[in-house]
Structure formats: structure tokens, C-alpha cells
């Protein structure tokens, strides 16, 4: 395929599932067994549309990083099971690794709670030229923490900061960071892995029942399934306020772990695109010194 068709392809796959404002946004209006026009028998096609995405991406990442000026973050938030881990390695597997970095964000050490919620992910967010993953986030922060008050209550926040405008204030300053990055030239993307309750039960059984799985089952993921409900509503509510033009949402349907995985490719291409990157122009005193270097080289005995 044509690049610009296949840039063109990108934008139609992952804008259906693109939020960029959270006026009317419902997760119930987003299907996570949806695959659009493909269905099981387009399971081939599929993996070869994701081969071409990710020969795509690699050609754009080339090129962000020999332009060095934006940097971009990917965000990714699930449930357990949901495919963050294999999306990211397969999107990302024809990637220079020079030119990107994951960082995973999992309960803050005593360290981490020592500092303002944003710290520890701050540290991370990639510099100009590279593309930086989170698997997880500061956006746990609206999520387990309000699915689980007891959490919030270790944080060695003051107590008088402890008031009913807590999450809210969450999402203001969530949106402002990320504002401000984007206004430095950090480029925000955000995908909600989006898993039915049915197919995470499915795969929490493949992971007891097939060996070669069993180190991935942890039974208090299974345990957070009584939460299933209040986990929707946290996401619902932080995407609701947190989904902006400059760093969107995808809501990437789940269920099937070939589609995600498309969608997720397909967005982080329509994404580099935006940019509309180039490598950086040689002027003519550089020209010069490339033809007198050929010049020497070629003369070498
Ligand atoms: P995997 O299970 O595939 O290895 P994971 O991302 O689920 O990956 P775990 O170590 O199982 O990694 O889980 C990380 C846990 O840390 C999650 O339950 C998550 O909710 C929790 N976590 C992450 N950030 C925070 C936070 N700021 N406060 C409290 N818990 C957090
Ligand atoms: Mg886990």
C-alpha cells in the first residue's frame, strides 16, 4: 500500500474510537467486541494491515527522531487482561528501540508516596525525538484510588486538602499537565483498552488452565472483578474529563486482541502523521561539506 493511502486508512480505522471531548461521552456507546468491517475471517487481512502499520510507524518514528523537536507519549490504561502488555509489543515491535522507552507504573513505593501524584510519571515523559510509553499511569489515580478509598487514605496527603472536591481537582490538574506538555511540544495520546467482563473471565481461566500462563494470573486480579462495576464508572467519569482536542481518548474495543491491537497501530500512526514531520533540511554550507567529505573518502587510497 501507498503511504498516503495507508495514512489515510489509519485515520478511518482509529477515529470511530477517538474521543476529544467528554460532553455526551458514554462507555455503554462503545462496543468491546467491535471489529467494524472486519470480521473473523478478515483475521489474515487484519495482520497484515498491522505488519504494514507497523513498517509505517517505523518509517515515522525515523523521522522523529532525526527532527528531534516533539516528543510523544502513549498512554495505556486497562483492566487486567485486557492486552496492554501484547498491544504494546506488538505495535511497537518494528520501533528503533533507541528512539523509544516503557515505563510500567504500579503501586507507588514509599518513595513515590513522598512526592505529588504527578511526580513519578513527570520524571518519565520522553524527551524530544522519542516516544515514551506509560503502561499505566497518574491517570491510576482516578481509578484504583477512587474504586478503593483506603488507598487514598495511605497517601500522606494533609487532611484538610482531603475534601469532596478531591477528584475533580484530580482531573483539572491532569488536564492542565497535560496541556502544558502538548503546549512543549509533547504530543498526548490515551488508550482505554476496553475488555468485556465475559472475555476477561475467559482469559483469566486460560491463565490457570494453561501452564505456560499461570505466572500471569494473580488471584487479586480476580478478585478486583467484584469492583467490575465501580471500575466502569471511574473510567467513564476520568475519560469524561479528561478527553481534550489536543490529547484525545481511544476507547479501542478489546475483545479481540488482533482489532486492538490494529486500532491502537492505527492511532499512533494518524497521530505521527498529525505532526507532519520531516528530516531536518541540509543548507548549503552543509552540502558543501557533504561534497568535499565525499570528495576525501573517495580519494582514499
Ligand atoms: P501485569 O499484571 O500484566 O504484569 P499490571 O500493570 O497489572 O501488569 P501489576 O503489578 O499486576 O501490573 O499491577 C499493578 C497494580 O498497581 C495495579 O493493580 C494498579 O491498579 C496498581 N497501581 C498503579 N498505580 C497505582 C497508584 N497510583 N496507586 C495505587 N495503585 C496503583
Ligand atoms: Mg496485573
New binding site residues.
Partial sequence: MKADKLVKKAHELANPFRVTSGKNFRLRDYDPGDTLQFDHKDKDRAKKALAQGVQALSLLQDKLYAQDQWAVLLIFQAM?AAG??GAIKHVMSGVNPQGCEVH?????TSEELDHD?LWRCSKRVPERGRIGIF??SYY??T???RVHPQ?LAKQKIPRGLLGKDLWNQRFEDIRAFERYLSRNGVLVRKFFLNVSKEEQKKRFLERIDQPDKNW?F?TA?SHERQFWNDYQKAYEETIRHTATKESPWYIVPADNKWFSRVVVAAAVIDALDSLKLEYPKVGKTQREELAAAKKELLAEK
Fill in positions: 487486567d496492554k502488555d510500567s507504573f504500579k503501586a507507588p501524584f503502561n499505566r491510576e489515580e481509578l484504583v484510588v488507598i500471569k494473580s486480579d
